[in-house]
Each structure stands twice: as structure tokens, then as C-alpha cells.
């Protein structure tokens, strides 16, 4: 994650259309547009030395190159609300070493110039994620004290974890003074806003080659200056993390449990549990066809669960495809046992292989009304057989769904994890879901990593647990795989914090 220190990078030495010297017409009566890129500028030095207009830099000369990026009526890259007709972008071409950005430093084409945005208390923007998981930081220029490049710098930062295009709307009391690094002569007498001198941003080290755009770089007035927006919604104000817990640090009271104790063969609980049935895909293009055959999960006599993934077709199963080529299953434990918050924990065995994807998992108990992702996904555990030595823990609702769903980082092993049982759990707050493998914590999330988006885990979720075969994520089965495949469930135990 990089944020931007002292440095002009090299300056680019052609004319870029479509990026405003000085604020643009007003968007409406209460928006005032500092940069639309439509309008032609070229970027100069000013006679101190330092550089105006819009300015890339970095640690090397070319880790960060603007240009304009022109989309035609109807694009699929089309910001919302201007899909009719021609508009352009800012694209901003990065692939950063230590740190980088650009700079738009505002210029009469000779000198420095300043604005005036006390009018206004936020800023807002349209940006296009590129889901690095790193950092993006804004800065603005407040109060030159003198020649050259000495204004005050204030921050914001943001979180690059989403796709497509976001509007973002800062109030200017969220910004804090950089304590990092301020220019030579820089004042220090608070964001007044009445001489702004430029903005920059800063984009993320080490995260590979990237293009993010930029559109309508705005001041704007909103009624709420406690909290971040987001496509016009407010982001609550941030979530204090408490470093200190641990796995074994809070006391638990035992909610739930299934031990999966019994003779062999023995189908599941259906107290607790039911088998879904069908090969239609599951949202993944899957292959097998899920039963509530006891071949397919059962008991094993020896104080585990079995789901087993086999190569048949018993029963002339159809699928997505034609005739089904494997089947398995996938037990939940909806409308019979749902929970609001705990500690849920399993200890498991998974199979593995090229194509095998086991998981456990839950779904929002509201997903019958609302659908997906509406009702809000958690996934404890999940391993695709491609990589055997690492499993995934991630959430998902409106607006981080799929591929776009926050968290996903692993633990990773030095061994298969498929090679003996391990313990798979979640610790889930009010506002913050942490996961936890043998007891080690490998991973937080919370309100704050979704940047205004709804946090929809605030009310009761039901248990799955499945092994599915091929999918869109870990691919098909090759020759590589060995079938059957099992996962073994010792336990699955659901825990409310002590009172």
C-alpha cells in the first residue's frame, strides 16, 4: 500500500486533451465542477521551478503516465448518468514500485493560481476501481506560504476494493494534516479552504499494473460532514477495532452443536439439517448433481459426517450441461437452525483435488425474500483443489458479490490442508466478522472495508456445508483427479458470547 511522498516525477511533455485548468462550468446550483477533463490544457513549470498543471510522479520517472480516455455513447465503461453521449475520462496508467501519483497543481499556464472553496464543505469524485486491495490517497493544497510548492498537505484515504465506477463524496472535515511529510515552508494553521492550490492522488505500491479513471472532480455541500459517501449513501462513521481479542480471550456459551455421532450410514439430522437437491449449476456452472442420498452424506460410524463427491450417475440425473457426470451434497440448515452473531466453528477434513471445492458457509435466513447477495454471504472455509495449501474466508453482499466479495485473503499452510482436520471458524460482531483457523487469527473485516456499501449481517444466517465439483473458480476436474472424494465433519458447534 503506498502513500505519496515529496517528488515531482517526470513531467509529460505533450498536450493531453480534455483536462481543465480552472473549475468548469457548475454541474447544478449547489455542485461547482473543478474537473470535468473535457477541455484542453498543457502542463508547464512555473517560474520558481515547480510544476502546474497536472503532474505525474513517483519513485521512478514512468511508474505513473495520465492521458484522456474518450467513451463513446452507450459504452460499457460509461460513467453513470452519462451513457448518451461522448464524455471523457482521466485515465491514470500506474505500476509502482514504492510510491506515485499525480498532481493537479492549479495554474493560471504560467504560475501558481489558488481557488476559494470555502463555499463548499465536501469534495466528491467518480472513480473506477481496480480491486487492488491497496491504498489510494487524495491530498489537498491548502494555504501556499510562499514561491514554488509549499502548501499545507490534508489527507483522505480510501480503499481500493471495489470495480466499476464509484462516487465518492468527502467532507472536508474528514481530511487530517499529513504528519508524514510536508513541504519546506508549509504552514500549519488548519484546512481554511480559502486558498486551495491543487489536489493529488497517490495510488498502491507494489500492487502491479493498473489504470484507474477519474471523472468530475467536484465541490459540493451535504447535510451529514461526520461520514464518507458513497454513491450518495453515507458510510457510518469508521469501526474501532479491538486488537486485543484473540481465539481465547472472550468466554462462550455453547448455542448449538452437531456432533455427528451414530452408526454408520446414518443420514443426517433432519432436526437440523436438509439436503438441497438439483445439478442446475448453482450460480457457478458446477457439475455434480446434489442428493439427499445417504451414499452422498452420511454418518461414518466413527464420530463424523461424510460428504462424498462421486464419479456416477446413478439415477439418470440431468444437469446444466446434459447428463450429470457427478453427484454430492450440500446440507443447510435453513429455517430449522439460524443465529445473529457467535462464535461458529468446525473441525473438518476436506478433500482434495483439481476441480473439488469444498465449503462451509452461510447464507442470510432472509435469502427466500430478498435473494442474492441481498440477504449477505460468509464463507468460513473454502478451498479449491488447485490450491491445496490455502483456504479463503470472504463476504458478500450489494455491491461486493462474486468475484468482487471482500476478504478472500488465505491462510496459507505448509502442507495440504487436506492432509488432517483442522478447525475452521468465524468470531461475528455486530460489526465485524474475524476468521480463525486452529485457533489463529488470519483475517478481519468490518464496516469499514466496504466504503459506504450496506453491511447486511445484522440478523439471523443458516449453515452450509458442500463439496461441489468444478465451477467457475476452481475449474473442472482433470486427469489429475482422484474421485471419490470426501470431506470428513467431526463437528459443527455454534457459540453466543457469555453474559
Avoid at 477495532?241 to 450410514?265: K, N, V
Avoid at 459426517?305 to 440448515?333: F, K, M, W
Avoid at 490442508?417 to 476468521?435: E, G, K, L, N, S
Avoid at 467457475?472 to 458470547?497: A, K, S
Wanted: with cysteine.
Amino acid at each position: 500500500m503506498s502513500v505519496f511522498r515529496k517528488g515531482l516525477g517526470m513531467l509529460l511533455s505533450v498536450l493531453l486533451l480534455a483536462l481543465a485548468l480552472t473549475p468548469a462550468a457548475a454541474q447544478d446550483s449547489a455542485d461547482l465542477v473543478v474537473d470535468d477533463f473535457e477541455s484542453a490544457f498543457n502542463m508547464t513549470f512555473a517560474p520558481d521551478g515547480s510544476g502546474v498543471g497536472f503532474v505525474a510522479w513517483g519513485d521512478t520517472g514512468e511508474n505513473t503516465a495520465l492521458s484522456v480516455r474518450q467513451l463513446a455513447p452507450f459504452s460499457k465503461m460509461a460513467v453513470p448518468g452519462k451513457n448518451e453521449s461522448v464524455n471523457n475520462v482521466l485515465a491514470v496508467a500506474y505500476d509502482i514500485g514504492s510510491w506515485g501519483g499525480f498532481t493537479h497543481a492549479f495554474t493560471d499556464g504560467v504560475e501558481w493560481t489558488s481557488q476559494d472553496w470555502t463555499a463548499y464543505n465536501a469534495v466528491s469524485f467518480w472513480l473506477y476501481g481496480t480491486e487492488t486491495d491497496g491504498i489510494i490517497q487524495m491530498d489537498i493544497f491548502d494555504n501556499r506560504s510562499g514561491p514554488g510548492d509549499t502548501a499545507e498537505r490534508w489527507y483522505y484515504r480510501l480503499t481500493d476494493d471495489f470495480g466499476g465506477w464509484v462516487q465518492f463524496t468527502i467532507p472536508f472535515e474528514l481530511f487530517k494534516r499529513r504528519t508524514d511529510f510536508q513541504p519546506n515552508g508549509a504552514p500549519d494553521d488548519g484546512l481554511g479552504l480559502n486558498e486551495v492550490s491543487g489536489y493529488a492522488f497517490g495510488f498502491p505500491a507494489g500492487a502491479g499494473a493498473h489504470v484507474a479513471y477519474f471523472d468530475d472532480v467536484a465541490l459540493t455541500t451535504v447535510a451529514d460532514t461526520s461520514a464518507l459517501m458513497v454513491d450518495g449513501g453515507i458510510v457510518v462513521d469508521a469501526v474501532v477495532i479491538d486488537d486485543s481479542i484473540t481465539w481465547d480471550s472472550r468466554q462462550w456459551t455453547l448455542l448449538w452443536s452437531d456432533e455427528f455421532d451414530g452408526d454408520a450410514g446414518t443420514p443426517i439430522n433432519s432436526e437440523f439439517w436438509t439436503a438441497e437437491i438439483g445439478g442446475h449449476g448453482w450460480g457457478n456452472n458446477e457439475l455434480e448433481y446434489y442428493t439427499d442420498r445417504v451414499e452422498n452424506a452420511s454418518l461414518d460410524g466413527q464420530g463424523n459426517l461424510a460428504i462424498n463427491a462421486i464419479q456416477e450417475n446413478p439415477s439418470d440425473y440431468s444437469c446444466h450441461y446434459g447428463a450429470c457426470e457427478y453427484t454430492s451434497a450440500r446440507i443447510v440448515t435453513m429455517g430449522k437452525m439460524e443465529f445473529t452473531y457467535g462464535r461458529i466453528e468446525a473441525r473438518l477434513k476436506i478433500p482434495r483435488g483439481q476441480g473439488i471445492w469444498p465449503a462451509l458457509w452461510m447464507l442470510g435466513a432472509d435469502f427466500g425474500t430478498v435473494g442474492w447477495p441481498g440477504s449477505g454471504e460468509i464463507d468460513i472455509m473454502e478451498n479449491v483443489g488447485k490450491e491445496p495449501r490455502i483456504v479463503y474466508g470472504t463476504i458478500h453482499g450489494p455491491g461486493y458479490s462474486g468475484g468482487n466479495g471482500i476478504g478472500g485473503s488465505g491462510l496459507t499452510s505448509d502442507v495440504d490442508y487436506a492432509d488432517d482436520f483442522h478447525i475452521y471458524a468465524i468470531d461475528w460482531d455486530v460489526d465485524a466478522i474475524r476468521w480463525y483457523i486452529d485457533g489463529e487469527l488470519f483475517q478481519i473485516v468490518s464496516l469499514n472495508d466496504l466504503n459506504g456499501r450496506e453491511w447486511v449481517f445484522n440478523h439471523d444466517f443458516f449453515l452450509i456445508l458442500n463439496v461441489a465439483v468444478g465451477g467457475n473458480w476452481p475449474g473442472m476436474p482433470d486427469e489429475t483427479t482422484v474421485m471419490p472424494q470426501q470431506m470428513l465433519v467431526d463437528y459443527v458447534r455454534v457459540y453466543q458470547l457469555a453474559e
